[in-house]
């Protein structure tokens, strides 16, 4: 069974960093791009960043272009955002999304994590 496991949310102020972790566990995850999704209380869940499995391509969502960059390490079936200058607006549940992707594909979506709640204040 496919689990997508994510750690290191918490409670920050503004302008502080967090990186998030999601490890990948019970399946097989060649060619799997990976991704984060974030959904704030009362909103619908938005795409944050994606992955493609070999790494060599990556898309960033407007409001986080620039501040959070997405990586992975295939050996250890796991992908990392790491997240600078957070702001009070970047305040959502976290989740981790994989799906399979040939190449330098983007897709995701095929399993979902449980979140971790990140919470920035001003």
């Known amino acids: 069974q496919v689990q997508l496991v994510e750690t290191g949310g918490g409670l920050v102020q503004a302008g502080s960093s967090l990186r998030l972790s999601c490890a990948a566990s019970g399946g097989t995850f060649d060619n799997y791009a990976m991704g984060w999704f974030r959904q704030a209380p009362g909103k619908e869940r938005d795409l944050v960043a994606v992955?493609?499995?070999?790494?060599?391509?990556?898309y960033y969502a407007d409001s986080v272009n620039g501040r959070f960059t997405i990586s992975r390490d295939n050996a250890k079936n796991t992908v990392y955002l790491q997240m600078n200058n957070l702001k009070p607006e970047d305040t959502a549940v976290y989740y981790c999304?994989?799906?399979?992707?040939?190449?330098?594909?983007?897709?995701?979506?095929?399993?979902w994590g449980k979140g971790t709640l990140v919470t920035v204040s001003s």
């Open positions: 992955i493609s499995w070999s790494g060599g391509n990556t």
């Open positions: 999304t994989a799906g399979y992707s040939a190449g330098d594909g983007l897709g995701v979506g095929d399993y």
